[in-house]
């Protein structure tokens, strides 16, 4: 029986409550008409605490990882199903992607992925013979050219972040450590058409050291913000290693998410990502301190600056692009807004850090322009993370539709929500409606059918 608090928001609070029961079902109604063209699996991932959990300490970002997953071929919604991932090395409960015709869970911070079958019944770590033994990320990147995965893993065993590429065979192609103060919190990275981005920012080990030394407050996360810690990126070639990561000071700021990075002519590159001002300083249950903006950097190697601008009036989260444009030049992102109502970076509105961090609307960006386009859900309804799925004949950059897992607490459950990315203002292509809630989590992915072994 789980422990309960009503202080703790993540324990209680709605759909942030874990669920006790994994759940099947199948030929799920459907308002709308789900394209054809759609034949895979969307899966979704975040924490679910089991058994006795302490309301005082316990993180969002703990918790043994659930998958949900719906089935969709020729035109119709053939199941969902919830597993708690089970394996002898941990539960991820953070991103579920595909690579080399694997279905992979991720963690960060010390743990191997956990390989799931298409139909969600079987599991083992997978540790690429070896290479991921010190773990890997939540968000590595896959070169859309070579189909090589990139990614930037850390363990707080270990003084230094590790560089992995493993090709698209599934082997490790490449492996660089690389030396860092403070054991700091990577959650992400940056991947251009030639170079890997580094985010060393100021979220470290050492200082939640510092502050239970100090008698702080504690909470499983042993993480929070470094007023000692340099803010800084670190630039080297793909297939690079330490001695050729070239360091630059960046905007003092956290960053979970990267929207995507480019290579520009000049030999400069961009990188649009959510930055917040403070990370883990009062609020020491999840990232509730400060409210995200979405902002440009526009990285320069040879001077050793990074300029930034803000790209979009709304406050925005879980960022996504076409795949297909990782690490080159993108013009659209689509994200879950941040509350139920968009906010504005303009709206003169007062947050406490007990209220938590909650998504709403549904946003994309034109970051050439800056134009912002929503697409609310109706009264009491919020979307999680969105994926963007292309058309198989797509013709610009836009032309496909948008996935995401939306909770309805007016029926306390959720739907599988289906739109024309294009345009977000037309009413939604098809709702697939799901036997019970989705709890606010963290990533998901559409798999098509034809990226992983049947």
Known sequence: MTSVSLG??????????????????????????????????????????????????????????????????????????????????GAPNTNVVHHAGRILTLIEAGKPPVEISPDLARMAVWDCDGALSRGFTAHPKVDPV???????????????????????????????????????????????????????????????????????PLTRLPLTWDDRHAARIGILPIGGTAEQTRWIEAPRCFVFHVLNAHDNADGSLTMDVVRYDRMFVRDVWGPGDAEPTLVRWTVNPALGTVGEEVISEYRVEFPRIDPALTGRAHRYGWFAGFSAHGLKITDDVKRDPSDGFGTGPLVKVDTRTGNTSLHDYG???????????????????????????????????AELVVLEAADLDAAPVARVHLPGRVPFGFHGNWIDDNAIAS
């Open 379 to 413: 009264p009491g309804r919020v979307t999680m993370e969105p994926a963007f799925v292309p058309r198989p004949d797509a013709v610009c950059e836009d032309d496909g539709w948008i996935l995401s897992v939306v909770h309805d607490a007016n029926a306390g459950r």
């Open 8 to 89: 703790n928001r993540y324990l209680t609070a709605g759909n942030y409550a874990p669920l006790t029961e994994e759940v099947s079902a199948s030929g799920l109604p459907v308002t709308g008409e789900l394209p054809r063209e759609l034949n895979g699996r969307y899966l979704r991932i975040g924490p679910n605490p089991r058994g006795d959990v302490d309301p005082a300490t316990h993180h969002w970002f703990n918790g043994a990882g659930m998958v949900h997953g719906v089935r969709l071929r020729d035109g119709r919604a053939e199941w969902y199903r919830s597993r708690f991932i089970e394996s002898e090395q």
């Open 146 to 216: 070579t189909g090589d995965m990139h990614a930037i893993t850390y363990n707080p065993r270990f003084s230094s972040l590790r560089y992995v590429v493993l090709g698209a065979d599934g082997r490790a192609r490449h492996s660089s450590d690389i030396e860092v103060d403070d054991g700091p919190m990577v959650h992400d990275m940056a991947l251009t058409e030639t170079r890997v981005v580094v985010l060393d920012l100021p979220v470290t080990l050492a200082a939640a050291e510092r502050l239970a030394r100090a008698g702080g």
